[in-house]
T-cell receptor, first 115, second 114 residues
């Protein structure tokens, strides 16, 4: 069965610092991977996706993630944090072989940005 | 830009009452989903719907839950007899099915059972 682990339920960075949010997946074959962001009292917004094309994926708001098969990881990074990046971030997977398969989410990481 | 919409944004109901949560997926999308998020916890899959039938459901989706696509635009989740533990944020999502894999989520309905 597929699963997702996000290391660190809370991450705090200073404005302008590097953001690194960790995600590891468990799957017998590489799945499709996603990062979603949830701002307070809002729904889930797609940040970026990995669908077996380029391993380095760029998303919205300056975020990017790198798929590393050997490490079964899909960590999310941003070179310079902005106050507006404060939100909850969810990593999710879906099996590549099932067109309409469900998303399996990680526990989420709350990102705080200090001025 | 097309988006998934959900109504109501907040529903308060008494234990044992029936509730219907409504969603309008993105037009021309073929797959529809319901997820829920209990406060402070991760997002959990409830059910997926394709070609007018349930394609997959989780253990959470028991006989108290049902889904329906009554017309060409709406997608509903009904909880027949609500329990306190049904209090959560319920998200609807849709997927185009035309090779894409990303699901698009609505803003959610916060259900409070008292």
């Amino acid at each position: 069965a597929q699963s997702v682990t996000q290391l660190g339920s809370h991450v705090s960075v200073s404005e302008g610092a590097l953001v690194l949010l960790r995600c590891n997946y468990s799957s017998s074959v590489p799945p499709y991977l996603f990062w979603y962001v949830q701002y307070p009292n809002q729904g889930l917004q797609l940040l970026l996706k990995y669908t077996s094309a380029a391993t380095l994926v760029k998303g919205i708001n300056g975020f990017e993630a790198e798929f590393k098969k050997s490490e079964t990881s899909f960590h999310l990074t941003k070179p310079s944090a902005h106050m507006s990046d404060a939100a909850e971030y969810f990593c999710a997977v879906t099996p590549f072989y099932n067109q309409g398969g469900k998303l399996i989410f990680g526990q989420g990481t709350e990102l705080s940005v200090k001025p | 830009e097309p988006e998934v919409t959900q109504t109501p944004s907040h529903q308060v109901t008494q234990m044992g009452q029936e509730v219907i949560l409504r969603c309008v997926p993105i037009s021309n999308h073929l797959y529809f989903y319901w997820y829920r998020q209990i406060l402070g916890q991760k997002v959990e899959f409830l059910v997926s719907f394709y070609n007018n039938e349930i394609s997959e459901k989780s253990e959470i989706f028991d006989d108290q839950f049902s889904v329906e696509r009554p017309d060409g635009s709406n997608f509903t989740l009904k909880i027949r007899s609500t329990k306190l533990e049904d209090s959560a944020m319920y998200f609807c999502a849709s997927l185009s099915g035309q090779g894409a894999r990303e699901q698009y989520f609505g803003p959610g309905t916060r259900l409070t059972v008292t």
